[in-house]
């Protein structure tokens, strides 16, 4: 039902992936159970419904698979800079948050963003702009060709600061490993985008 999957994103904008590597969530579970794959779990998240195509009862924001047990826990919150949920690390675990895009940034690339707390790339800042959310954020990455005139293949979002706490950079963690870092002090997210995404900008 296209109704109920676009549910829990205003009208003019679809659910997107973000995913955390190594974190777990410690919130009290909307649902919880086995699931052979990482795309089972995420998937019941992204459509707000169980394996069995039971509604849950209220949306998921979140959702964390363990790789090791097999078990999926969806939530109805996340962690910050949206939600309040608590967690810790877990290697074993791979946690998801879904996140509303405008369609006019939407593309067909189905793969998820890859968010990493407390990283920063330094020194490749292409432009520094003024956003609402990180949702903001990664959108303008998306649209970068039409809205900032080059290709955007990351951003980092300071979610503490009101002005200058969107940075869109040309490069990546991924072209440009040794200059990916650890922040200790200020709050931020490094997200990343995919290939898949950036073939759609160009």
């Known amino acids: 039902n296209d109704d109920l999957f676009f549910a829990d994103c205003v009208s003019g904008f679809s659910p997107h992936i973000e995913i955390i590597e190594g974190i777990q969530v410690i919130a009290q579970s909307l ?3 086995h699931a052979n ?3 089972t779990c995420f998937d019941a998240c992204i459509k707000n419904t169980l394996v069995n195509d039971n509604v849950l009862p209220v ?3 979140s959702a964390h698979y ?4 097999k078990f999926c826990l969806l939530f109805s919150t ?3 800079p949206v939600g309040n949920a608590h967690y810790i690390s ?3 675990v791979i946690y998801m948050e879904k996140i509303c895009i ?3 940034a939407n593309s067909y690339c189905t793969k998820a963003l890859r968010r990493i707390p407390q990283y920063i790339l330094v020194g490749h800042a292409t432009a520094v702009i003024d956003v609402k959310s990180q949702s903001q954020c990664i959108e303008i990455c998306l649209l970068s060709m039409e809205t900032v005139g080059f ?3 990351s951003v980092m979002h300071f979610y503490e600061f009101r002005k200058a706490n969107c940075i869109l950079n040309q490069d990546s963690a991924r072209t440009d490993p040794e200059y990916f870092t650890s922040e200790q002090e200020l709050r931020v997210d490094y997200i990343e985008l995919e290939e898949c995404f950036i073939s759609g900008i160009l």
């Open 31 to 33: 649902a919880t159970f």
């Open 37 to 39: 794959t990482l795309e």
């Open 59 to 61: 949306v998921c924001r």
């Open 66 to 69: 363990d790789s090791i047990s």
């Open 102 to 104: 405008s369609d006019r």
């Open 78 to 80: 996340s962690i910050a």
């Open 151 to 153: 290709t955007c293949r």
């Open 90 to 92: 877990n290697n074993n």
